[in-house]
């Protein structure tokens, strides 16, 4: 019996089994600090330092916070069917993409995501690199992916030991980073003239209008968060109320997440006024305006803060797998990815594309985030078959056609088609201004939603989506 109960709780917390009620293990604080330790990273100062060089500060200040919460108050609504029904919300799309389509779209999240962490252990291997540095401590060209590596080992071995260590670690990790926040805020305002800082502005090319800047800014915002969509709801599913994972997410993400952007932004402004170079390294911000200590200090948090990402994401999204994926072990899953995020770190020329690599992965983010959103509030109004999402004998609702709903993955392909149609991420080339005041995400987002819910009023496609009408009973 012993045995049996492991077994239950190893597939209710690291498979794809639903979580009961007496079971959550979370209210909204460690929720919070989880999800907020999932964000702050040294990801973030990177977005505030590339977001710095698009606009002023106070543009910068205004879109970081209500950019963030206004996407992540849309899109993170479907999280209470994960509450509600203690599931991740790939077991729901399966009823969006079919079952070997939820498949299909893991690898392609897989792919176009995974590729943060690489950016998490990019940035811990600089900042330990600096450190040395300060102190005449010089290292071989290779240290830099070796240190990289090992900060994807680290978390992964986290991610391996189960969500007991997760849990403790942002419980203790997440203050001390806030403070750390607090203080470089401090030390960034004090170590320049204010107005340095509060009355930035970019350089920019004579006769560019405005509001071009201004609106990739806003995407680059919307584009930020909106990634997170993947494995948005395998914190949130443990919670022990609806209302406490959504607003988790939404305050973790949002506010937690974006605090630290303009933090970055605030770091890297200072550096420039002080260097003349904008680095995003909070290192080397406060052993350059501070003393060296205080940077051996923070160095100290910013590699904890990369490792307990890396762990907690690690965590996200070998569930994630897991729910394509039955039979495969959880600590297989992570293992995998550890191997992938480390093949990236050999390249090493992640954070050389960071604001395109951005956009891209929007490209697949906002169509998957309108789907989830419009299924669940105006296709299926919140019902879906337990028994056809969990493939059990004899219920095949979303089996549709050779086990991919075409409906679903056309939408996709859609949506992608629409952000690229007014925007090129890599060049920069705008092909249509007025769409592209909405931002490539919003017009995705907003224009996928819109197709999918046009689609389902069309007779016969409708009965193709609500094939599972009469095995609802919940």
Not at 181 to 190: C, E, H, L, N
Not at 238 to 253: D, N, P, Y
Not at 262 to 271: E, L, P, Q, S, T
Not at 401 to 409: L, P
């Amino acid at each position: 019996m012993k045995d049996v109960n492991k077994q239950i709780e190893k597939e209710t917390f690291f498979g794809i089994a639903p979580i009961l009620k007496n079971d959550k293990i979370y209210g909204f604080i460690d929720a919070l600090l989880i999800l907020s330790g999932y964000c702050i990273a040294t990801w973030s100062y990177t977005q505030g330092s590339y977001l710095a060089t698009l606009v002023g500060f106070k543009q910068l200040l205004i879109g970081a916070f209500c950019g963030a919460i206004l996407m992540l108050a849309i899109y993170q609504l479907p999280v209470i069917l994960s509450v509600r029904y203690g599931i991740d919300i790939w077991i729901w799309l399966r009823s969006v993409f079919g079952k070997r389509g939820v498949t299909l779209m893991t690898v392609v999240i897989i792919l176009i995501n995974f590729p943060w962490y690489a950016v998490c252990a990019d940035l811990f291997s600089s900042s330990m690199e600096n450190l040395l540095k300060i102190f005449g401590i010089g290292l071989p060209d290779f240290s830099h992916t070796v240190l990289a590596i090992l900060c994807v080992i680290i978390g992964t071995a986290l991610a391996y030991k189960g969500l007991g260590t997760i849990t403790w670690t942002t419980r203790i990790l997440v203050p001390l980073l806030l403070l750390l926040g607090v203080m470089v805020v401090i030390v960034g305002f004090t170590s320049v003239p204010f107005h340095a800082i509060w009355s930035y502005i970019p350089e920019r090319d004579e006769g560019e209008p405005d509001i071009i800047p201004y609106i990739i800014s806003i995407e680059a915002n919307f584009a930020f968060v909106i990634t997170l969509v993947g494995g948005m709801a395998e914190v949130p599913r443990l919670t022990k109320t609806e209302r406490s994972g959504f607003w988790a997410g939404v305050f973790g993400q949002g506010i937690a997440g974006s605090f630290f952007v303009v933090v970055g932004a605030i770091m890297a402004i200072a550096m420039q006024y002080v260097t003349g170079e904008m680095i995003d390294d909070p290192t080397m911000m406060l052993a350059t305006l501070s003393v060296p200590a205080l940077a051996c200090s923070s160095l100290l948090l910013v590699a904890f803060a990369n490792i307990g990402t890396q762990a907690v994401g690690s965590y996200i999204y070998g569930v994630m797998l897991k729910s394509s994926f039955k039979k495969a072990d959880y600590r297989i899953l992570i293992l995998v990815l550890a191997v992938y995020v480390s093949l990236l770190c050999v390249w090493g020329k992640i954070i050389e594309y960071f604001g395109s690599f951005l956009t891209i992965s929007a490209c697949i983010y906002a169509p998957l985030a309108a789907l989830l959103f419009t299924d669940f509030f105006f296709v299926r109004r919140q019902k879906i078959s337990l028994r056809s999402a969990f493939g059990i004998k004899g219920y095949n609702a979303y089996s549709y056609t050779y086990g991919f709903n075409w409906v679903g993955i056309i939408c996709v392909v859609a949506g992608i088609v629409m952000s690229l149609a007014i925007y090129n991420p890599v060049s920069g080339e705008i092909h249509n201004m007025l769409l592209f005041r909405l931002t490539p995400t919003g017009f995705s987002f907003i224009g996928t939603g819109v197709l999918y819910f046009i689609f389902s009023l069309v007779p016969p496609v409708r009965k193709y989506l609500l094939r599972d009408r009469e095995e609802i009973t919940i």
